[in-house]
């Protein structure tokens, strides 16, 4: 039976992605604020399916764990709706050439 991963293991990989690619055991496991039990499932699942490796309690993302981290990362940077102007709110461009006046209320008094 072949498991997907899913957004706690998403998390383990983002964590090692942030700090290079590598942490030892306990700094990951206090990160990723999962229990001991489950960080140690999640941990047996990324290894068997070779998205990380160990190396004497230090973790290390594999080049597929990579790979999972870069998708993951910029599916979640795509599209941010706050960022969006409504239609509503955006007015007429002025063009380079044109004279622009402020309005005498809005500059500094002291000005």
Same mark, same amino acid.
């Given at each position: 039976m072949h498991e997907k991963v899913d957004n706690r293991h998403k998390k383990i990989l983002s964590t *090692? #992605?942030?700090a290079n690619g590598k942490l030892d !055991?306990?700094?990951l496991f206090k990160r990723a604020r999962f229990s001991f039990a =489950? #960080?140690?499932n999640l941990i047996r699942f990324l290894k068997k399916h070779e998205y990380l490796r160990e190396e004497e309690y230090v973790f290390f993302l594999t080049s597929k764990g990579k790979k999972s981290s870069l998708v993951s990362h910029e599916a979640e940077g795509k599209k941010r709706k706050w960022r969006e102007v409504p239609a509503n709110m955006l007015g007429n461009k002025i063009e380079? !050439? =044109?004279g622009y006046v402020p309005s005498k !209320?809005? *500059?500094d008094? =002291? #000005?």
């Open positions: *090692l #992605f942030k !055991s306990f700094t =489950e #960080f140690t380079i !050439s =044109e !209320s809005m *500059l008094q =002291e #000005f």
